[in-house]
């Protein structure tokens, strides 16, 4: 069965530090993995999505960014946090080719920036 | 680009009772989706409606697609604590990308 990992759960980093968040799927390939973010009480955010290797789409201009380096493995970086990048971030990956299917969205972080 | 608005924001109920959420769009909305967010968790895939006037029924849950496709709903029948979470309609306006409602955010008051 298909499984997804995302690491850590809670953040609490310091403005102006760095930012590497993981997320990884077991048991599907290819899929398209996608990370939102969700600030206290609201919607979901599209922030990036993949299709592929090294395929990457970004939705909102800021200071993060993303990067898929295997076909299971998405990571959403920042060189230096701002206090507006506190949030829940999250993780999904939907099947390619078949529109029938919801996205699986992974546990989250949730981050704190300081 | 593609909106999709959700209303209300926010309900409280008492057990028992019915609720509603709305999700409507001034455009026509591809393929509706609908999530679960319990609190403290991470949004969970309840059902897909494609056809338009569709209705689809989960136990307590019915999901209905509108007859031109511009807005879809989500009603609880006998609302149970359980029920406690921010539901959320999303647009699959292609493979790639799910537009998200706002969401409504449910308080189940035992």
């Known amino acids: 069965s298909q499984t997804i990992h995302q690491w850590p759960a809670t953040l609490v980093q310091p403005v102006g530090s760095p930012l590497s968040l993981e997320c990884t799927v077991e048991g599907t390939s290819n899929p398209n993995l996608y990370w939102y973010r969700q600030a206290a009480g609201r919607g979901l955010q599209l922030l990036f999505y993949?299709?592929?290797?090294?395929?990457i789409s970004s939705e909102v201009p800021q200071n993060l960014s993303a990067s898929r380096p295997q076909d299971r493995q998405f990571i959403l970086s920042s060189k230096k946090l701002l206090l507006s990048d506190s949030g829940f971030y999250l993780c999904?990956?939907?099947?390619?080719?078949?529109?029938?299917?919801?996205?699986?969205f992974g546990s989250g972080t949730r981050l704190t920036v300081v | 680009g593609q909106q999709v608005m959700q209303i209300p924001q926010y309900q409280h109920v008492q057990e028992g009772e019915d609720f509603t959420t709305y999700c409507n769009s001034s455009t026509t909305l591809s393929n509706i989706q609908w999530y679960k967010q319990r609190p403290g968790g991470h949004p969970v895939f309840l059902i897909q409606?494609?056809?338009?006037?569709e209705v689809k029924k989960q136990k307590r849950l019915t999901f209905q697609f509108g007859e031109a496709k511009k807005n879809s709903s989500l009603h609880i029948t006998a609302t149970q604590t359980t029920d406690v979470g921010t539901y959320f309609c999303a647009d699959r306006g292609s493979a790639r990308q799910l537009t998200f409602g706002s969401g409504t955010q449910l308080t189940v008051l035992p």
């Open positions: 409606l494609v056809k338009s006037g």
């Open positions: 993949s299709v592929g290797i090294g395929q």
């Open positions: 999904a990956w939907s099947v390619r080719v078949r529109v029938m299917e919801g996205y699986t």
